[in-house]
Nanobody, 125 residues
Framework: QVRLVESGGGLVQTGASLRLSCKTS????????MAWFRQAPGKEREPVAIISWSEGRTSYADSVKGRFTISRDNYESTVYLQMNSLRPEDTAVYYC??????????????????WGQGIQVTVSS
C-alpha cells in the first residue's frame, strides 16, 4: 500500500519559515518524480514545486521562486519543502504528490499517481 504523509505545517507569522516533509512508503521512491501542490480556499489546486527522479531537477511556481526550496532524500524516501519569507498569500492546504514517469523534466504536467492527505499552512499578517 502506497502512503504519502505530510508533516510540518502550522500557523506562522509573515516572514517566518516552515519546512514541510512528505514521508512515503510502499513505492520505490528514487524513481518517482515528486511535487508539492497547494490549494487555497476558493481556488484551484496549483503546483508549487517539482523535483524529478533523475538528477533532482527542480522547477517552481513564479510566486515562490527564491523563497521555497524543494529537495529529496532517497534514502529516507522523503521529499521536503523549505518555505522562507512566508506571506499571507501562501496560506493553503499543501499536498505532496508522486508520479512514475520516464520524463526527466521537473514538470507539473504529469498524471500524479499518488497524493498525500494534505496539511494546512496558515500565514498571519
Amino acid at each position: 500500500q502506497v502512503r504519502l504523509v505530510e508533516s510540518g505545517g502550522g500557523l506562522v507569522q509573515t516572514g517566518a519559515s516552515l519546512r514541510l516533509s512528505c514521508k512515503t512508503s510502499g513505492l520505490t521512491f528514487s524513481i518517482y518524480t515528486m511535487a508539492w501542490f497547494r490549494q487555497a480556499p476558493g481556488k484551484e489546486r496549483e503546483p508549487v514545486a517539482i523535483i524529478s527522479w533523475s538528477e533532482g531537477r527542480t522547477s517552481y511556481a513564479d510566486s515562490v521562486k527564491g523563497r521555497f526550496t524543494i529537495s529529496r532524500d532517497n534514502y529516507e524516501s522523503t521529499v521536503y519543502l523549505q518555505m522562507n519569507s512566508l506571506r499571507p498569500e501562501d496560506t493553503a492546504v499543501y499536498y505532496c504528490a508522486a508520479d512514475l514517469t520516464s520524463s526527466t523534466e521537473a514538470t507539473p504536467n504529469l498524471a500524479w499517481d499518488y497524493w498525500g492527505q494534505g496539511i494546512q499552512v496558515t500565514v498571519s499578517s
